[in-house]
């Protein structure tokens, strides 16, 4: 008999245990996350969160080494929010992330801070449209059901 918990996940099926990890830490750090959250210059967050003084955080979930070294897009989230996080699983090479940006351990049942994410604060004119936006596709996602 295969032992199944030895079969590495598929990048698609790892990136869904990785978000629902980090949507339940963001849940506990009294923030309200929306997973696949589109941003005003056409990239998509992972998860983005809102906490109730509305500061935005974002976690960008890397599900292996192989999706980090392809995709280095991340740079352009960072002026859409106040914080931002890498969310890895905890056997990820964590030396190859960018030791300035905030770190997220995450499995299937949760997730913890491992690296505090640089504080940056939003100019009010874009926390206002980001805050919009937020609210309008959380709004729309809800009204789907």
């Known amino acids: ?21 980090v949507m339940r830490l963001f849940l506990e750090l009294g ?20 906490d109730r003084a509305g500061k935005i955080t974002i976690a960008e979930i890397k599900s292996c080494r192989a999706d980090f070294d392809c995709d280095q897009k991340w740079p ?16 990820f090479p964590v030396d190859v992330l960018p030791a300035e940006e905030g770190l ?21 004119a874009r926390r206002k449209a980001v805050t919009l936006r937020f609210a309008r596709q959380a709004a729309l996602r809800l009204s789907a059901l």
Request: hydrophobic share 45%.
């Open 104 to 124: 997220i351990l995450a499995d299937a049942f949760g997730a913890a801070i491992k690296r505090p994410s640089v504080e940056r604060s939003l100019a009010p």
């Open 1 to 21: 008999m295969e032992n199944i918990s030895a079969v590495p996940l598929a990048r698609p099926d790892q990136t869904a245990i990785l978000t629902r990890g």
């Open 76 to 91: 352009d989230y960072l002026d859409y929010c106040d914080r931002y996080f890498f969310a890895v699983d905890p056997d």
């Open 31 to 50: 923030m309200s996350p929306l997973a696949e959250f589109k941003l005003a210059n056409g990239r998509r967050a992972d998860v983005a969160g809102m």
